[in-house]
């Protein structure tokens, strides 16, 4: 009798089949889809595994109703409130982003605390959308970002009514776009700043540049902030994991959040460095080494899940 052929072994990865549903959430553009175990390392590429089956879609699908809800539900709230006297303008974006980070499964670990000597420019290391809505419900204060996030769909209207300040690139508005800085310094409110000028893969700081410390000087206090997403699930998240949370590159924002909002969730750690005054150093390029150190060493620390606490930016000048 002739035996049989043995079943060929099940491959690690394969592509999950085009669907109606896959074809408008852009699951099916992630080619992977992971039969090995959990721990396996991501493969070259940067490429996502998507959870199997319909719990990791249903839980985005239903994230991102929510969310949208919860925005579409604010948007009126904070139009009223910056026609009304008070601070409660500054104060309900950090209750609308603290809400958006529980909706997406993202908890905060916050280490240190925010600086009161008014106006704090806050500068921070930069990895993913995610750090608007997780930055922006730790630290009260209006982002500095840039023009293009004014032309996108919806997030422009919530970025506005956030009093976000928006640079550009070109050189002729630069010294306009300063100016704007400045006011809003001078007024008394904080400005949330990303130095290194683009977001990264969350493994490393970028350089920090000085022509965007040129503000610094109408602050009180300048405070470096430190940002690490240090968890996946209830794991700590290591260098395969870091493409899970971060945006960069030419990476399409639609399909890197309904990847994001597939899994259980995560959590990220603000570490928040000791204020410093700017003319505590001799120029902008002296303060922005500092700076660009302390945060640094400080995401490093979080990086490797060690024990982190606030750094002096003194002790790096």
């Avoid at 409660?88 to 603290?98: A, G, I, L």
């Avoid at 009260?140 to 996030?149: H, I, L, P, Y």
């Avoid at 769909?153 to 508005?173: D, E, H, K, Q, Y």
Wanted: charge should be positive; include cysteine; aromatic fraction near 8%.
């Amino acid at each position: 009798m002739q035996a049989r052929p043995l079943m060929p072994p099940l491959p690690l990865f394969r592509r999950r089949p085009r669907t109606a549903f896959a074809a408008l959430t852009g699951v099916a553009d992630a080619p992977l889809i992971r039969h090995g175990p959990r721990d396996a390392a991501v493969p070259a590429g940067g490429w996502l595994p998507v959870t199997e089956g319909l719990a990791g879609p249903l839980r985005a699908a239903w994230r991102l109703l929510l969310m949208a809800f919860w925005t579409l539900l604010c948007i009126p709230v904070q139009t009223v409130l910056l026609l009304l006297p008070g601070q409660s303008k500054r104060h309900f974006p950090q209750f609308y982003h603290r809400v958006m980070c529980g909706l997406i499964g993202l908890k905060i670990q916050v280490i240190g605390q925010a600086s009161r000597s008014r106006p704090v420019l806050f500068l921070c290391n930069h990895a993913s959308w995610l750090d608007i809505m997780v930055l922006g419900s730790v630290l009260e204060g209006a982002f500095v970002s840039k023009a293009e996030v004014g032309e996108w769909p919806l997030i422009r209207t919530v970025a506005r009514l956030g009093r976000t300040v928006f640079v550009s690139r070109s050189r002729g508005r630069t010294g306009q776009e300063a100016i704007a800085m400045r006011d809003r310094l001078r007024q008394g409110e904080n400005l949330i700043l990303f130095p290194e000028g683009t977001s990264n893969d969350g493994t490393r700081v970028l350089p920090f540049r000085s022509s965007f410390l040129g503000v610094a000087d109408a602050a009180v206090s300048v405070q470096p902030v430190s940002v690490a997403y240090d968890r996946l699930g209830a794991l700590p998240a290591g260098r395969r994991d870091r493409p899970v949370f971060a945006w960069y590159g030419d990476m399409e924002m639609g399909r890197h959040f309904w990847q994001l909002a597939c899994r259980p969730g995560g959590r990220v750690t603000v570490l928040l460095h000791e204020a410093v005054p700017p003319n505590a150093f001799r120029d902008r390029k002296a303060l922005t080494r500092a700076v660009e150190r302390t945060v640094a060493n400080g995401a490093a620390t979080l990086r490797q899940n060690r024990p982190a606490r606030p750094l002096s930016t003194h002790a790096h000048a």
